[in-house]
């Protein structure tokens, strides 16, 4: 999957991930607001609690570690653009083995200065680390489909159980992982076996950690679903702070964007990295739409988003994609501003 050398893919990617910095940069000084000065004080609780809590347990371990040197807004936001950072380097390693290596550029772009992704990598909750997990998930993931390399698959395993710490919710990824390798069961049979033995141990602390509040929070959320004007509006806001015409603007665009990402990706439908690209932001994406509007499942499906977007800009031609990239830029630069005030 990995065409460049690690140098080349930091000389390609250097300008999006820059620009990140800038833009994260500005809102490390921010005030705490309150959703994230209740998730500092949930470490002042034991580990046990943290374990029966049921809000990221390792997330808030890492967080009290952090916050041990001060607890000023400007160091805890550090937190989210460091680890956040992190997950962006590895993105486009991610994004070639998912769209290739021309929509991996453009993948970035629309990743590293999206309003609603930086707001949230650098806010004090466990998003930054749910990407990290992702990214490494999937990375992972290709490599083994690629290689075979039963190493990858052990840090497929190891990124898995982490991303379960952070939150329940993330085990809809080695789900969808697990269903690509199923409709895929022909072209990967050689990897089945050790695939299905490594879903031993994820599924293990799934159960032990989230069987009981799963069948709770299923039992009385399992009805509430957005109407279509909500769930309208949340796809608009990969612009986080427009106003309502520019939140369905944002989403008309989004929407545009896919169906040409659609008409881009012809391949062969047994490829279980083309059904991976496509599931996996439509699930997730649909889950944060339709039903349960947490930020991390939104970041879960950004990067297969991305991916899906920039493959679908390059079917037209220069003039087109310029006109394409200039709304996106505009969009963003709109939410932007109006965060920053």
Do not use: K
Request: net charge positive; hydrophobic share 55%.
């Amino acid at each position: 999957m990995s065409d460049s050398t690690p140098a080349t893919s930091w000389r390609a990617h250097r300008w999006p991930l820059l620009a990140y910095l800038l833009l994260a940069g500005s809102r490390l000084p921010q005030p705490l607001d309150v959703a994230e000065a209740i998730a500092l004080t949930r470490t002042d609780l034991a580990w046990g609690d943290w374990l029966t809590f049921g809000y990221s347990p390792g997330y808030l371990l890492i967080l009290d570690v952090w916050a041990t040197a001060t607890s000023s807004p400007l160091w805890l936001h550090t937190l989210g653009l460091a680890t956040g950072l992190l997950a962006l380097i590895m993105a486009p390693h991610v994004l070639r083995g998912l769209a290739g290596v021309h929509a991996s550029t453009g993948a970035m772009w629309f990743l590293c200065c999206s309003p609603f992704i930086v707001d949230h990598l650098v806010r004090v909750t466990p998003s930054s680390l749910a990407l990290l997990t992702v990214m490494g998930s999937t990375l992972c993931f290709l490599e083994f489909l690629r290689a075979g390399d039963n190493r990858w698959l052990a840090g497929w395993a190891a990124t898995s159980l982490a991303a379960l710490l952070l939150h329940g919710g993330l085990y809809v990824l080695p789900l969808l992982q697990s269903a690509c390798m199923l409709i895929a069961r022909e072209r990967t049979h050689a990897r089945q076996r050790q695939w299905w033995l490594a879903q031993i141990l994820p599924l293990a602390l799934f159960v032990s950690l989230f069987a009981d509040p799963v069948e709770r929070f299923l039992r009385s959320r399992i009805g509430d679903i957005a109407a279509p004007l909500e769930a309208l509006e949340g796809l608009g806001r990969v612009s986080e702070g427009l106003n309502l015409p520019g939140t369905l603007a944002a989403a008309a665009l989004i929407f545009f964007l896919l169906f040409s990402g659609l008409r881009a990706q012809q391949g062969n439908r047994r490829d279980p990295r083309r059904s991976l690209l496509w599931a996996g932001w439509l699930a997730p994406g649909a889950i944060w739409l339709l039903w349960l509007p947490y930020p991390f499942y939104a970041l879960m499906a950004a990067p297969f988003l991305a991916a899906v977007v920039s493959a679908g800009i390059r079917t037209y031609p220069q003039w087109g994609r310029q006109v394409l990239w200039t709304a996106i830029l505009f969009i963003y630069g709109w939410g932007h501003m109006t965060v920053l005030r």
